[in-house]
């Protein structure tokens, strides 16, 4: 918005009211009209002084211009200017009009810079009103109001001279109830390129269209065998959907001869967006839905540039003045940078079918110190897109030189021009500000032709690494007119860096002292390679226990890119976020394979075993591992021959095993025994488990009174056996004794019968049981036997 004119009120014009009086008297005289020619045309240029010395500035209108259409007119056409006006002031504004004014042609690129910061209207300076017809009228601006105007001009009606940039302005005119003349009070500025066939020789101009966002993919992946991604929100979504910001940057640029700078992590997370994937939501996920949306937008870029130059950054744009400035004392730094150059050009080949060119290198803004070059090239690159506000000339050359130099050890810097590359850095959401953004870069495109116009040069343009998408728009605009343009054709990066050198351009790289403070202050500092060097020995050291070590190879490795990415920039608190994350997933995961904590136990004798369990809760399996036991006194505990003892260890996904140490008691006490994981090559692996065993050794003296003791024992169990065994013959003889004397009995009985039947000496006599003895009968050598439980001790014989 235009600031009004604020000059001092004059009384009416002495020259007005002289030639009202010279007509009075000179009528009739035939030398009248000649004489009055002259007075009439000082008359129109003192009513302007006059309207301008009337301006007080106590109303004040700010007039915008919206738009202004063709953007660079050739012969024959005619140019529309819109915009409004906004009474700004505490009076209305009256018997207002808007008109269009051609300055003088700008000679010089400088001289568009001050023109573009003039403020206020300046008699000679501002031209002069083409009037007319081609104006916008209104009866009165209301304090406040915001009215619209348009107004169409034949370029034959602006008497444009020679080839050149020419001021336009755009004034509002009217009166107050202060002031009830003519004042001029409010005035904006634009620039109208005019060059009106087309030029002999044309400037050749690269323009770069970036399509970079910031960080998307976490380092988190599924369990299952597609690791599904994790996204930290659905950002990317909306940048990709109709109308999203890489939307629009795809749709603009797809219609214009550009070179696309690609980085290898969007397309990379774009792709992941194409299959399942999920998004964090607090501390869960949710299933993502927009796979649609990314198959096409991937489509539709593979459509676009498959005959276009596509330069690959470095996997996700790797801040190289953070890593020159703070990085390269940290062990490993530069080798991040090698990996990220080595992925690029194979994410891209995979996912567009397009091969890039990776021999650029796009430090932040273009600014270059021997330590960014020094970086830069040392992942393979040999070209350095720098900026004219770095590399600056000292050769007081009196044009722009071309974009390629040479800044020694085979390096080529393609220097983009400042004030092109910077057109369209502010808010391109205002229209006017849009149009007057679009009009100086067109200005400053032809101004640099018009500086040699026989001289052929190459000019590069690198905006801003992520353009608003009304930012990208504006861009559009005003590369369509360029491009539709007498003066420019375009030219790919490639091209560009081949270009003969100007001898007098500057080649020698500003010292590291002159790097501009305001993005030193952006760096990433070096706690964030610090950060890397610590992710990547962790990650080392979990893999080589990993059966498939790609499934955590690749995410992390790319996690550690994406930890030095350009994109940080200004934005410390979510870069450590990120970085945090990203050692909390590892550390998660590590933890997953570890020792069972035990608790206290207890030893006796001379040997034993201690059990130890490792366990994996991974989904794969884990090799190349040893446990070691070890005896913190080993002269009361020893682990199998010594202080410790190791063995390897293999456990499937998901299982647990356990794991026997042999152990042998040297004196009676309490010992601590701490059990740790290694790697193969000796490096420990997780946290180690301490735990306190308490040995009881037994001694010679109480293995003999132990052994006395167990002999007693079964001594006193043979005693009772052969008792027992004893009780049970007696109790056998004694039923068989009990038999024996019942026959008896019952012969007895029999023998009685028979004698009452049969008298003595009827019959044969039969000795019986109550016979006498006769003298030929041997004695018994024993004593009758008792029928009586033989006594305790008493031996029985059978």
């Known amino acids: 918005m235009a600031e009004a004119a604020d000059f001092q009120g004059m009384s009416p014009s002495p020259a007005r009211r002289w030639l009202r009086r010279s007509g009075a008297l000179l009528a009739g005289v035939p030398l009248l009209a000649g004489l009055l020619q002259l007075p009439l045309g000082t008359s129109t240029y003192a009513s302007e002084k006059t309207a301008v010395a009337d301006a007080t500035g106590s109303s004040t209108v700010d007039v915008s211009i919206d738009s202004l259409s063709p953007s660079a007119p050739t012969a024959g056409d005619t140019i529309t200017v819109s915009g409004t006006v906004t009474n700004k002031g505490k009076q209305t504004v009256t018997d207002a009009h808007v008109g269009v004014r051609v300055g003088p042609s700008l000679n010089s690129r400088s001289a568009i810079d001050s023109a573009a910061k003039r403020t206020g209207f300046q008699l000679g300076l501002d031209g002069s009103e083409v009037g007319g017809t081609y104006v916008a009228k209104f009866s009165e601006l ?7 105007f348009s107004i169409s001009v034949p370029v034959d009606e602006l008497e444009l001279g020679a080839d050149g940039v020419y001021q336009l302005g755009v004034s509002l005119t009217g009166r107050t109830a202060a002031q009830s003349w003519d004042q001029i009070l409010g005035i904006q500025r634009t620039f109208l390129p005019w060059q009106e066939d087309a030029a002999d020789t044309k400037t050749k101009t690269t323009y770069l269209w970036p399509l970079i966002s910031t960080v998307h993919l976490t380092a988190e992946t599924g369990s299952d065998a597609q690791q599904t991604p994790v996204f930290e929100n659905d950002d990317l979504a909306k940048e990709i959907s109709p109308g999203g910001r890489l939307d629009q940057l795809l749709s603009l640029g797809s219609s214009l001869d550009v070179t696309w700078v690609l980085d290898p992590d969007l397309l990379a997370s774009v792709d992941a967006m194409t299959r399942s994937y999920q998004v964090q939501d607090g501390d869960t996920t949710t299933a993502g839905k927009n796979q649609a949306i990314a198959k096409q937008w991937l489509a539709e870029l593979e459509k676009t540039v498959e005959d276009k130059e596509v330069v690959a950054l470095p996997f996700a744009d790797p801040d190289l003045a953070s890593l020159a400035h703070n990085g390269t004392n940290v062990t490993g730094s530069l080798s991040h940078l090698k990996d990220a150059t080595d992925v690029a050009a194979s994410t891209v080949d995979t996912i567009l079918h397009v091969t890039p060119n990776t021999d650029f290198a796009w430090p932040a803004d273009g600014a270059l110190d021997p330590s960014i070059v020094k970086v830069a090239t040392s992942a393979g690159a040999d070209k350095v ?28 810097a393609v220097v983009a021009d400042a004030r092109l590359s910077t057109a369209f850095q502010g808010d391109m959401t205002k229209a006017d500000s849009s149009t007057l953004a679009v009009q100086e870069f067109l200005a400053q495109s032809l101004a640099i032709n018009l500086q040699e116009p026989e001289k052929q040069r190459s000019i590069l343009v690198a905006p801003q690494r992520m353009p608003s998408a009304s930012q990208a728009q504006s861009m559009a605009q005003a590369l369509t007119a360029l491009q539709g343009g007498n003066w420019s054709e375009s030219q790919s990066l490639s091209a560009a860096a081949k270009a003969k050198p100007d001898p007098g351009a500057t080649t020698k790289v500003p010292a590291e002292s002159s790097y501009p403070s305001s993005l030193r202050k952006q760096e990433l500092p070096q706690s964030a390679f610090e950060w ?79 059990p130890v369990t490792v366990q994996n809760n991974l989904v794969q399996g884990v090799d190349h591992l040893v446990l070691r036991l070890t005896s913190q006194q080993p002269t009361r505990l020893k682990i199998g021959d010594g202080p410790y003892d190791e063995q390897p260890i293999t456990v499937a ?39 306190e065993v308490k040995v009881t050794e037994i001694t010679s003296t109480v293995m003999l009174v132990i052994g006395g003791g167990f002999l007693l024992l079964v001594l006193a169990g043979f005693r009772m056996y052969t008792q027992r065994k004893r009780a049970a013959a007696r109790q056998a003889e004694e039923d068989a004794r009990k038999d024996e004397s019942a026959d008896e009995d019952a012969d007895a009985t029999e023998d009685t019968e028979d004698s009452q039947d049969h008298p003595a000496g009827e019959s044969g006599t039969e000795s019986g049981a109550d016979d006498p003895e006769h003298p030929s009968d041997p004695t018994p050598d024993t004593a009758p036997e008792s029928a009586d439980p033989s006594g305790t001790g008493e031996r029985v014989d059978r």
């Open 532 to 610: 890397i060097r610590d992710t990547q020995t962790s990650l080392d050291n979990f893999k080589v226990i990993l059966t498939d070590e790609s499934r955590v190879v690749t995410p992390f490795g790319r996690a550690m890119d994406r930890g030095m990415s350009t994109s940080w920039r200004g934005r410390p608190v979510p870069a450590a976020t990120f970085r945090a994350s990203v050692s909390s997933y590892l550390n998660e995961l590590t933890g997953l394979v570890r020792l069972i904590e035990k608790s206290d136990a207890k030893l006796s004798g001379r040997s034993a075993t201690i």
């Open 653 to 691: 996904g998901e299982h647990s095993q356990s794991v026997k140490f042999d152990t042998s008691i040297k004196a009676n006490g309490p010992v601590k025994v701490v059990a740790q994981l290694y790697t193969q090559d000796g490096q420990e692996y997780g946290d180690p488990v301490t735990f």
């Open 385 to 412: 897109i720098a900026r004219s506000d770095s590399l600056r000339e000292t050769g007081g050359l009196s044009y722009t030189p071309s974009a390629a130099r040479p800044i020694g050890a085979g390096t080529t």
């Open 142 to 148: 209301v304090v406040g109001v915001s009215q619209s």
